[in-house]
Structure formats: structure tokens, C-alpha cells
């Protein structure tokens, strides 16, 4: 199974709302990443996780919060978002996060924040 | 200036052809990735490269770290090809940079 899942596919939110974005890998995965994608951009790394523990935050505001729940479960909490947050979330996972892992990448969640 | 400078950043093909996407970059890395995204966003990692070169189908992809320089070559391009191909750097200092993409339309 080389498969990367995220749920949901398309989330419509308000700006006072909470949501939660799931991911989810079984390929025993120890590096987790979410990035963030605007349109007709490339990918801005946001987190990566490693073990479970927070790596990585690239200067994200906290109204994104992570969670690493266990070594297969990515999930982004959004609170309190902007129509500028209004993105494609993808995550991503590999092997490790040091040393040359090749990345597997979920299908993505478009994102509007209304 | 970016640190991954793609080019070109629109390529039109007919089906058939060969094609050529250039990558530069201008940091010490530890691997370099190429990437194709369709519309609809889904990404697949076509290659990673530390050195010399990879073939996979039609694809071929090559780096020169002297130079700082990657290619990824389409052999007899087809329009399912069609897509973003995306050159993304890991550097030394596990830092990634991604280029902006070159968008690839092959025609039949």
C-alpha cells in the first residue's frame, strides 16, 4: 500500500468555524508533512512532523494548529481562517525525514474559507 | 530570485515529440525531486536524484551537482503527459525549495 489518503476532498468553511483536516498513510511512514498550495503556485511546506514530534513549522499562524496523533495519522486543525487561507492542503509522508526519502503525497483539500 | 529556477514555464507539444523541462538551483543540496501534478491537484514523485541519472518509461531524468542542473526528459510525448512538472530541492540543511512549475500540454 503506497497510498497517502486525506479527508475530505473539498471543505467549504466560515471564518468563525473549527474543521479539522485528516491524513492518513500506512506504509510505516516515520515523516509527515502538510503543505500549502495556491493556485497556479507550487507547494509551501508548512509542517513536518518526524516521530511524531513537531519538526518543522514554517512560520504558519496558529489559527493552523497540527496534531500527530500516531505514526500513521496527520490531522490540521483551522480555526478562525482567512478567505486568504482559501488553498489546496496536501500532505505528504516518507520514510524519514533526515536523509534522501522520496515523498508520497495525498490528493489533496481544497479549501474555501467563505 | 528563487533558489529553483524551472524553465520553461509553458511548453506546447504535438504528440510524439521530445521534451525537455530544465531545472537550475542555487543551493548545496541533498536530493532533487521531480514532480507532476494534474489538474485537480494530485501530485506523484516521478524522480529523486542525488547524482547521475534515472530512467523510468518514457521518462528520463538527469542531474549535474557541479553545475546545478536538472533535466527531465518525455520520449515520444503523449497528451495523457499533460500536466505540471515540478522541480522541488532538499538542501543540506533539510530545507525545501520548490520551483514554480513548468506547465506541459501535449497535443495529439
Known amino acids: 500500500d503506497t497510498e497517502v489518503t486525506q479527508t475530505p476532498k473539498h471543505l467549504v468553511m466560515g471564518m468563525t468555524n473549527k474543521k479539522s483536516l485528516k491524513c492518513e498513510q500506512h506504509m510505516g511512514h516515520r515523516a509527515m508533512y502538510w503543505y500549502k498550495q495556491k493556485a497556479k503556485k507550487p507547494p509551501e511546506l508548512m509542517f513536518v512532523y518526524s516521530y511524531e514530534k513537531l519538526s518543522i513549522n514554517e512560520s504558519v499562524p496558529s489559527r493552523f494548529s497540527p496534531e500527530c496523533p500516531n505514526s500513521s495519522l496527520l490531522n490540521l486543525h483551522l480555526h478562525a481562517l482567512q478567505p486568504e487561507d482559501s488553498a489546496l492542503y496536501l500532505c505528504?509522508?516518507?520514510?524519514?525525514?533526515?536523509?534522501?526519502?522520496?515523498?508520497?503525497f495525498g490528493p489533496g483539500t481544497r479549501l474555501t474559507v467563505t | 530570485k528563487n533558489e529553483v529556477e524551472q524553465s520553461p514555464q509553458n511548453l506546447t507539444a504535438q504528440e510524439g515529440e521530445f521534451i525537455t523541462i530544465n531545472c537550475s538551483y542555487s543551493?548545496?543540496?541533498?536530493?532533487l525531486h521531480w514532480l507532476q501534478q494534474h489538474p485537480g491537484g494530485g501530485i506523484v514523485s516521478l524522480f529523486m536524484?542525488?547524482?547521475g541519472k534515472k530512467k523510468h518509461g518514457r521518462l528520463i531524468a538527469t542531474i549535474n551537482i557541479q553545475e546545478k542542473h536538472s533535466s527531465l526528459h518525455i520520449t515520444a510525448s503523449h497528451p495523457r503527459d499533460s500536466a505540471v512538472y515540478i522541480c522541488?530541492?532538499?538542501?543540506?540543511?533539510?530545507?525545501?525549495?520548490f520551483g514554480t512549475g513548468t506547465s506541459l500540454t501535449v497535443i495529439p
Open positions: 543551493v548545496g543540496i541533498s536530493a
Open positions: 536524484l542525488s547524482s
Open positions: 505528504a509522508s516518507s520514510q524519514a525525514w533526515q536523509g534522501i526519502y522520496e515523498q508520497y
Open positions: 522541488a530541492v532538499r538542501s543540506g540543511r533539510n530545507q525545501f525549495y
